[in-house]
């Protein structure tokens, strides 16, 4: 390929300009004119003498060629030269841009973005006719039509959280031929391969593939000392490691990382697992899980119930008695069976109720101490289990009462088969019925009993039973009490009765039983007559996003529904459960995807085109700056003034200072026109966007509430922004914050000094205690160490803060309890008879400092929802309405200063004009 060949035009036709460049020549070498000699005598007095002014008899050949350079780069430049321009043939048909715009483009979206945008503005210097289609959004009806509407809606593009739909038949059937760009993600999904054959009917297809490799995480399992993360990946070939962060919730709601954890991938596994160990109260904490450097929805992983391991007591009867090996023992099978999905608990029945547990298992306990508490803890909520043995079967139960820890009545004694003195063999167990928890459970042939406790005959004894033996009698059986259950295991916990629980049955029973049971069953069967509503929605980077009411899904349904546009990935809320839907399931697999060979694959080392359009005219104006500057020095007129001056200029037009100074200058006029609440920034980006989201929450209560109509907040900063547009900053205290330079320190000194004031939020409420520093706050003493601060004191009670619109008393933010320090009273002021409040300060005070972490409480979301949880429940909503009212407060004493403390002379004013 030749250089002319990868160069195009947009406007060839201005290049015959270029033929007129040799007139130029002959014009410039006859400018000026070549000068008349004439002799005259009395020139000869002139000798000697300097002319300031000089002429050239003749322009110089390099000022020529420099002229002759600037008009070509112009003539060029407005002929639209573009490198490597898409051929222009014969076939200029309709153009179908696709984008796939699921979690797997995420990492790489606007790369893809630029290069759809290209291909559009390609197909527009074409005159092509184009239409784009995002797969995850399809619209209703494509329409070809000019590229500067496909453009808007590819600017426009998100991708979601789940892949593109799997049935296009038909779609495309009206559009007649067309030829389409493919801009596809490396994942393979259902439905492509079809999609890509309904493309090709109707013209050619490229394909231009994303270089990313996805990892996504897979459904976490409790573990005994921790929970079991696994990942997978999309490709081998290499060892790989990746770190994966569990982040959590606070004591206070505040999601903070809490442990990260390494695995690695060896180079042929496409699969990694590791074991985390973590402490019971952490691990019920955790509310996601994310792969670090990795950015989809797959590779985040939301939690719910499940990821809590239950805790569980195990209390046996008496064993004075009992002799034997431990083996034999029922807690031994029970202890077994249990551990490794759930924390066992010792101690006596008192004991155990006071720790709350999910269940409680009573082995052959007949006599139960402490009954009443024990059906208080079932009716609110727990699983008592209970199984039987020579205890139960040998204790005698009043006749016309019924126990309510036992869910049937039981007949006194018990039932022998397959013994020396029994007739028949061993019962084996009947399959399990579709309404019971174990349905769908294999039930082993080898499994018999040999003994069992009988149930008193009943009309309700059948709605109670939920095993069965073959012969039909009960096997186990269970009641509600209240929230809870009661269950009856009618054999031992131990094989004297039956060799159940030896059996891999005897071990899903109990997990139906105590552990799904008790924290939560997802599977179809148990979601059946549940509903679910959608409350938080995660998106294709896995961020998550309120959404508004939504219609409830029912649990069956949901459960069988994939991960789509109706039924996303995010958090479900049931009636007393959540429920977290992920990309991935146990099963999955990051398929590469791979491209018949119809398909034009361009991969990413495609040629682009490029326009230098702007190039060459940049160019242009840097060589007619150069012939000026070279006509001055000619001339003579470029003396060291003259050459400062113009050197100065074209080093502030070309300077990144200037470019500063310019967004400056925007900012300063947008602060001017409005109310602006503006915030100190820091090195810490989230704390940055809580504060901005705070003075959004604020503004918003000011527009809704006052006369105040603020526009959106600013981030400041201290080196760059001039403050003095600016009536009110806020300033969180980091850990990293450096001190501050003389610069900054004049600049917050004339602001304090004009009338701004400035809240210094240590945001340390929750650890700050009388008589302590805490890091936060000698970071502070640091910052404002050169500041010129006036004496600080406490808030008085009648302080204008407190009345300068809301009556307030306390001022809350996240953490309630913290007091605030304002600028010192001037005098101690005179309490007048019959005025609630003394006349202090005349004016507004310039810092307000506190510790309550003010924009925590104030921040809202683009929706006007609360960003981040305040307290609990009713309370924690009172709280942020305090907050918010003591940010009105402080915005309006900021602004009409003393205004309030005036009106206290009303009543004594009202009095004199009486008399």
């Known amino acids: 390929m030749t250089f002319f060949s990868m160069i195009g035009f947009t406007a060839p036709w201005l290049l015959v300009g270029l033929f007129a460049l040799p007139l130029l020549w002959i014009l410039l070498r006859a400018v000026p004119p070549a000068p008349i000699r004439r002799v005259f005598p009395g020139v000869a007095l002139l000798l000697g003498l300097n002319d300031e002014t000089v002429q050239a008899d003749r322009t110089p050949w390099w000022l020529l060629l420099l002229r002759a350079l600037v008009m070509a780069c112009l003539i060029i430049g407005l002929a639209g030269p573009i490198v490597n321009p ?20 995420t990492s790489d979206w606007e790369a893809q973005q630029l290069a759809a945008l290209e291909v559009v503005q390609q197909s527009g210097n074409q005159g092509r006719p184009v239409a784009f289609l995002q797969l995850t959004a399809p619209q209703k009806d494509l329409v070809f039509s000019a590229a500067s509407e496909a453009a808007r809606a590819i600017k426009a593009a998100e991708p979601n959280a789940w892949l593109p739909k799997r049935n296009w038949q038909g779609q495309f059937d009206s559009l007649g031929d067309f030829d389409t760009h493919w801009l596809a993600s490396p994942l393979d999904w259902p439905g492509r ?4 054959r309904d493309l090709l009917r109707h013209g050619s297809v490229e394909v231009a593939m994303s270089r990313s490799s996805p990892v996504g995480l897979l459904p976490v399992r409790a573990a005994a000392q921790g929970i079991e993360i696994s990942a997978v990946r999309m490709t081998a070939g290499q060892a790989q490691g990746v770190v994966v962060d569990i982040l959590g919730l606070d004591p206070s709601g505040v999601e903070r990382r809490l442990q990260s954890a390494e695995m690695g991938f060896s180079a042929q596994d496409l699969r990694a697992t ?10 019920n904490r955790i509310s996601r899980l994310v792969v670090v450097g990795h950015k989809s929805a797959a590779a985040v992983r939301l939690t719910d119930d499940r990821i809590q391991r239950p805790e569980i007591a195990i209390l046996t009867g008496e064993t004075s008695d009992r002799e034997g090996l431990i083996l034999f023992a029922p807690d031994h099978y029970l202890t077994q069976a249990l551990s490794p999905v759930a924390d066992l608990i010792d101690g006596t029945l008192d004991d155990v109720l006071l720790a709350n547990p999910d269940a409680i298992i009573l082995a052959d306990v007949a006599k139960v101490a402490s009954k009443e508490a024990l059906a208080d803890w079932v009716a609110e909520g727990g699983t008592l289990l209970r199984f039987a043995g020579p205890r139960l079967a040998a204790a005698q139960f009043e006749a016309q009462t019924r126990d309510p820890l036992l869910p049937v009545k039981l007949r006194a004694g018990g039932r022998t088969v397959g013994g020396a003195m029994s007739w028949g063999a061993p019962k084996t167990l009947q399959s399990f019925e579709i309404d019971t928890p174990f349905y769908g459970l294999p039930v082993p042939d080898e499994v018999t009993v040999t003994a069992q406790v009988l149930a008193e005959p009943g009309p309700d004894l059948a709605s109670h039973v939920i095993a069965r033996l073959s012969d039909g009698t009960p096997l186990v059986t269970r009641r509600q009490l209240g929230q809870g259950q009661v ?39 148990s979601l059946a007559g549940s509903t679910w509503q959608l409350v938080q929605q995660m998106d294709g980077a896995g961020e998550l996003r309120r959404v508004g009411d939504r219609a409830g899904i029912a649990g069956a349904e949901l459960a069988q529904a994939a991960i789509s546009a109706q039924t996303p990935a995010g958090l479900y809320q049931g009636q007393d459960r959540r429920w977290a839907r992920n990309i991935l399931s146990d099963d999955s697999q990051l398929t590469p995807a791979r491209w018949p060979g119809e398909v034009r694959l361009l991969g990413q080392d495609q040629v682009r085109s490029h326009r230098l359009g702007a190039w060459f005219l940049a160019l242009a104006l840097c060589l007619l700056t150069a012939d000026v500057v070279a006509s001055l020095w000619l001339s003579g007129r470029l003396r060291g003034g003259v050459l400062a001056a113009v050197t100065g200029a074209l080093l502030t037009s070309i300077s990144p200072e200037n470019a500063l100074a ?37 503004s918003q209560a000011l527009f809704q509430r006052t006369s105040i109509e603020p526009a959106p907040p600013m981030g400041l900063s201290l080196a760059r922004d001039e403050l003095s547009f600016f009536p009110f900053l806020y300033w969180p205290i980091t850990l990293g914050q450096q001190a501050l330079s003389s610069e900054e320190l004049s600049k917050l000194n004339r602001y304090l000094k004009g009338g701004g004031m400035i809240l210094f939020d240590t945001r340390d409420g929750d650890i700050a205690r009388v008589g302590q520093t805490t890091k936060e706050g000698r970071v502070l003493q640091q910052l404002a160490s050169g500041l010129n601060l006036p004496p600080l004191a406490p808030i008085a009670p009648d302080h204008v803060l407190t009345r300068s619109f809301y009556l307030l008393q306390d001022f809350p933010g996240r953490y309630p309890r913290g007091g605030i320090w304002v600028e010192a009273p001037q005098n101690s002021g005179v309490q007048v008879e019959g005025m609630p ?21 104030w921040a809202v979301d683009e929706a006007g929802e609360p960003l981040l949880p305040v307290g609990r429940g009713m309370a924690g909503e009172r709280q942020r309405e305090i907050a918010l009212r003591f940010g009105v407060n402080l915005i309006m004493h900021v602004l009409t200063g003393n205004y309030k403390s005036d009106q206290v002379h009303v009543p004594e004013l009202l009095k004199r004009l009486g008399e």
């Open 662 to 698: 310019q967004m400056s200058q925007d900012r300063a006029i947008a602060a001017s026109r409005a109310v602006v609440l503006a915030y100190v920034e820091t090195q810490d980006a989230r704390q940055d966007e809580i504060s901005r989201a705070g003075l959004l929450g604020l």
């Open 86 to 105: 898409a051929p222009k043939g014969q076939n200029l048909s309709k153009l179908l841009v696709v984008l796939e715009g699921s979690w797997a483009d």
């Open 837 to 857: 409040f003394r006349n202090l300060n005349d004016g507004v005070t310039p810092v307000v400092i506190g510790g309550n972490d003010w924009a925590a409480a």
């Open 487 to 525: 269950v009856l295991f009618h054999v031992t916990a131990n094989t004297e009765w039956s060799n159940l629980p030896i059996s891999g049955l005897f071990v899903s029973m109990l997990e139906r039983l105590s552990v799904i049971g008790s924290a939560a069953n997802f599977e179809p069967e």
């Open 193 to 196: 391969d079809r999609l890509v």
């Open 274 to 283: 590791t074991t985390v160990d973590l402490p019971l109260e952490m691990r």
